[in-house]
């Protein structure tokens, strides 16, 4: 069983809309979580961090559920510039693999005009 | 600014080569990762060290080796090259540690064995 499993997409959707991306995780001992977003040809970079109690960043609210072991991303008033495959992340706390991301294999988005 | 640095964005080599990729970090970070990109695979971890001289297989370990002799520089090398090593190859660096720390990845080289 995959660490982390999340929707490939794609979605598309116009602007101003609304959009959520879920993901999953099998290690109920994780600790940290991310989005982490990748424009194409380009490098991951991270987006934010996902706390316990759920957190926003301006038009980006992120959501964490240990019971489920389920995080999402909503995107609200989406933007062109939002287009763009979003990475779920988890932080591995065992032994040497301290430090050990574990990626989820990404949701592609496109905002169209 | 944080950097990641890798040595070449585009590589051809032969089937058979030798091939070396080189990653350095300006951030003092403990741990330093080698991944592969293919579409519809995601990131897949090749090897990661978590100091000098230390080394992890990660996912896809196979055909690959790796070398930490510096903290702030780490190689990835294809001992004989194969067409199916052919993909994008990032190398990232991160605190070591749980927590929120960000890992940031280098710019990619697109690496094509013919």
């Known amino acids: 069983r995959k660490e982390v499993e999340q929707d490939p997409g794609p979605f598309n959707v116009p602007e101003g809309a609304t959009v959520a991306f879920n993901c999953t995780y099998s290690?109920?001992?994780?600790?940290?979580f991310f989005w982490y977003r990748q424009d194409c040809r380009k490098e991951p970079k991270l987006l934010m961090s996902v706390y316990s109690s759920g957190n926003e960043d301006g038009r980006f609210t992120a959501q964490l559920n240990r019971a489920s072991q389920y995080i999402s991303l909503l995107i609200r008033d989406s933007k062109l510039s939002d287009s763009a495959t979003y990475l779920c992340v988890v932080n591995s706390d065992r032994g040497s693999t301290l430090g050990r991301l574990y990626f989820g294999r990404g949701t592609q988005l496109t905002v169209w005009p | 600014d944080v950097k990641v640095t890798q040595s070449s964005r585009y590589l051809v080599k032969r089937t058979g080569e030798k091939v070396f990729l080189e990653c350095v970090q300006d951030?003092?970070?403990?741990?330093m990762f080698w991944y592969r990109q293919d579409p519809g695979l995601g990131l897949r971890l090749i090897y990661f060290s978590y100091d000098v001289k230390m080394k992890e297989k990660g996912d896809i370990p196979e055909g690959y080796s790796v070398s930490r002799e510096k903290k702030e520089r780490f190689s990835l090398i294809l001992e004989s090259a194969s067409t199916n090593q052919t993909s994008m190859y990032l190398c990232?660096?991160?605190?070591?540690?749980?927590?929120?720390?960000?890992?940031?990845f280098g710019p990619g080289t697109r690496l094509t064995v013919t």
């Open positions: 290690n109920s001992a994780s600790q940290s």
């Open positions: 951030m003092d970070h403990e741990n």
């Open positions: 990232a660096s991160r605190e070591r540690g749980g927590g929120t720390y960000e890992q940031y």
